[in-house]
């Protein structure tokens, strides 16, 4: 394979100084309780894409910031990349920035409205000192577009949203610049490594600087892992060499060297003497292409649609020193809430007044909650709105349904309106087949994903098995809960639920079978070290086909509905097996009434027709002169 190391400038280093020296920090010193944040954003993360879900894929160190923190169980985001970010930039809905409808193309006269603040921008205001790394896509038409000049002091990454790992190169030119310099000395080295060398380097400036006397770092961690094209160093692929499907292998061996790449950019944190207050927080920006071989399994659909596997993201946040203990976050959240839950973090208000207003919704007093399991203030997450996909027919490849809303009904119980067929990527896809489910029992792995010795509890998540029960006991986490099965005479099974009606959480039984098994949004089920976990899919496969060939390639449909209402009930079916649209017409009366202000206050997609998007000749021939992917105009 292709070597990776780490290889960070001397210029690059003495300009970063430089840019510190000439003053761009902007704002007050920071409050004396406010953490230092590091935002990680995982590209094309699906959600059975971590082990902590339940996947065969190992990623550990991810798992125990989840296990060790809130593990955001309803986090919502939209369904790909350019909407995504410009709804965790700017805390709005990407129906009110403009850029709800298709990614941006690296020749587009468009990005992000210069109107609205950034995260940076409201974080410098409360005493940050504000940096980027790696993806922006969010336009760069000019130098005004770019993270350096919105609120970030540098940035050093790719503009557009896909190149190659090792060459950088996107669409035939280089796209890396260190605050809008070309870095043409990177050939050769894995982007994930890369980025975070540029992590690391950030955290030594800032300690080194005036600035860590009074100010809180901002780092903002946006990975090109694990979208495709599917590249990883060698040495990852080796652990998965039972996977049978080249591309799973290959994405599976991505998320581990992501995984190992984070532990090693908090572990520079640690010897910082930063982490005990840092808040980090992790999110894939939209669900998994399942066309190329993520998981979003159990759910249904992928990336670019508005089914459940499209905008029910990973999501967690952790606290370096114990701020946040360990829960689940059942209440909805929504990528647009970070901006006033890092405000809230800094102890400042928001201080915005830009039209339209922020959707922005605090998610700190749920974080620092002492509860192990607590909701959100949020009431209900937009999906989109986006005009586009009603009138024009040949835009099928960004069909994703005209508008759609998932709503708690005041009541936790959780319903979904989408206007319009959510999206004809519309399978159940990559789930835990038998072959997986086997190595899964096999490998004995524990709560946290690790390979664990013989006489401890293999696990799996989202999975109730009622068995033959036994009693039920008080257990705080599934750790616990396996303790209880070990010791427990006749015990086989078990099964963990912080959100079932007895207060024990903890339920022992004498045996499980493939038939008792159900989809559980919350449950962890395990054995007690010996008995076999059942290494059948637990999902009915009348309703849950998980065939490849109806996930692989991306159909480039637009359907017939395009404007009808789909109503799911989320709380009993998870997994989008039935619309009840006809059978509860007043139920789709009720959740259109919460929609229709936001269809209201949309604004138009700033590249809603082909011609928009048609491109702008002077950016390719920038890019010719420069032999790179910069600002044009």
């Known amino acids: 394979g292709r070597a990776h190391w780490p290889l960070l400038t001397t210029a690059m280093r003495t300009s970063s100084i430089l840019l510190a020296l000439v003053g761009l920090v902007a704002g007050l010193p920071a409050s004396p309780t406010a953490p230092h944040i590091v935002f990680v954003l995982v590209d094309d993360l699906g959600y059975n894409d971590v082990s902590f879900h339940g996947s065969e894929i190992s990623t550990p160190f991810i798992d125990s910031l989840a296990n060790e923190g809130a593990n955001l169980r309803n986090y919502y985001g939209h369904q790909i990349c350019t909407p995504s970010r410009s709804a965790i930039q700017t805390g709005r809905y990407c129906s009110h920035t403009g850029l709800q409808h298709a990614v941006l193309t690296p020749d587009e006269d468009i990005g992000l409205p210069l109107k609205f603040k950034t995260l940076a921008d409201h974080l410098?205001?409360?005493?940050?000192?504000?940096?980027?790394?790696?993806?922006?896509?969010?336009?760069?038409?000019?130098?005004?577009?770019?993270?350096?000049?919105?609120?970030?002091?540098?940035?050093?990454?790719?503009?557009?949203?896909?190149?190659?790992?090792?060459?950088?190169?996107?669409?035939?030119?280089?796209?890396?610049?260190?605050?809008?310099?070309?870095?043409?000395?990177?050939?050769?080295?894995?982007?994930?490594?890369?980025?975070?060398?540029?992590?690391?380097?950030?955290?030594?400036?800032?300690?080194?600087?005036?600035?860590?006397?009074?100010?809180?770092?901002?780092?903002?961690?946006?990975?090109?892992?694990?979208?495709?094209?599917?590249?990883?160093?060698?040495?990852?692929?080796?652990?998965?060499?039972?996977?049978?499907?080249?591309?799973?292998?290959?994405?599976?061996?991505?998320?581990?060297?992501?995984?190992?790449?984070?532990?090693?950019?908090?572990?520079?944190?640690?010897?910082?003497?930063?982490?005990?207050?840092?808040?980090?927080?992790?999110?894939?920006?939209?669900?998994?292409?399942?066309?190329?071989?993520?998981s979003n399994w159990p759910m249904r659909g992928a990336k670019h649609g508005l089914w459940e596997g499209g905008t029910h993201l990973v999501g967690l946040a952790h606290h370096g020193g114990g701020l946040i203990t360990p829960k689940n976050v059942t209440g909805l959240a929504h990528h647009c809430d970070w901006m006033a839950t890092f405000v809230e973090a800094a102890g400042g208000t928001v201080n915005d007044t830009t039209l339209p207003p922020p959707d922005s919704v605090s998610l700190w007093k749920a974080l620092t909650s002492p509860e192990q399991t607590v909701g959100t203030a949020r009431a209900n997450v937009l999906l989109n709105v986006d005009s586009t996909n009603v009138p024009f027919v040949n835009d099928d490849a960004d069909w994703s349904g005209y508008a759609g809303i998932v709503s708690n009904s005041g009541n936790g119980s959780l319903w979904k309106l989408v206007l319009g067929y959510p999206s004809h990527n519309d399978a159940w896809c990559w789930p835990n087949t038998p072959h997986v489910r086997a190595m899964q029992s096999v490998a004995r792995r524990d709560v946290t994903g690790r390979a664990v010795a013989a006489g401890t509890c293999a696990v799996v998540e989202g999975v109730e098995f009622p068995g033959n029960a036994l009693t039920w006991v008080q257990a705080a986490t599934p750790s616990e809960c396996c303790s209880h099965c070990i010791?427990?005479?006749?015990?086989?099974?078990?099964?963990?639920?912080?959100?079932?009606?007895?207060?024990?959480?903890?339920?022992?039984?004498?045996?499980?079978?493939?038939?008792?098994?159900?989809?559980?949004?919350?449950?962890?089920?395990?054995?007690?070290?010996?008995?076999?976990?059942?290494?059948?899919?637990?999902?009915?496969?009348?309703?849950?086909?998980?065939?490849?060939?109806?996930?692989?390639?991306?159909?480039?449909?637009?359907?017939?509905?395009r404007t009808g209402p789909v109503l799911i009930n989320l709380s009993q079916d998870p997994r989008e097996t039935t619309d009840l649209a006809e059978q509860m017409p007043d139920k789709v009366q009720e959740l259109m009434a919460l929609l229709q202000p936001y269809i209201k206050s949309a604004v138009p997609p700033l590249n809603k027709t082909p011609q928009e998007r048609a491109g702008d000749p002077r950016a390719r021939a920038a890019a010719k002169k420069n032999n790179c992917w910069l600002p044009w105009r």
């Open 487 to 561: 010791q427990h005479q006749g015990c086989n099974m078990w099964t963990f639920n912080p959100s079932g009606a007895v207060a024990q959480y903890c339920h022992l039984k004498s045996a499980a079978t493939v038939q008792d098994a159900k989809f559980c949004a919350n449950c962890t089920s395990g054995n007690n070290g010996a008995y076999p976990l059942p290494t059948d899919s637990p999902f009915p496969s009348d309703n849950t086909p998980g065939n490849f060939t109806d996930c692989s390639p991306r159909r480039f449909e637009v359907p017939y509905n």
């Open 124 to 294: 410098n205001e409360n005493g940050y000192d504000s940096h980027f790394v790696g993806k922006w896509h969010l336009g760069f038409q000019n130098n005004s577009y770019t993270p350096s000049h919105r609120g970030y002091k540098t940035f050093f990454g790719y503009l557009n949203g896909a190149e190659d790992y090792y060459t950088h190169q996107t669409s035939g030119f280089l796209d890396l610049n260190f605050n809008n310099v070309p870095q043409r000395n990177y050939t050769g080295v894995y982007s994930a490594n890369m980025f975070t060398d540029r992590g690391k380097l950030v955290v030594d400036e800032f300690v080194d600087s005036a600035a860590a006397n009074d100010k809180r770092l901002f780092l903002f961690m946006s990975y090109q892992s694990i979208h495709e094209p599917l590249e990883v160093p060698d040495e990852y692929l080796k652990p998965y060499a039972w996977i049978p499907d080249k591309n799973r292998r290959t994405v599976a061996a991505m998320a581990t060297c992501l995984d190992d790449q984070l532990r090693i950019l908090v572990q520079k944190f640690k010897d910082a003497g930063l982490w005990n207050n840092t808040l980090l927080v992790l999110a894939a920006d939209n669900g998994g292409p399942t066309f190329v071989a993520n």
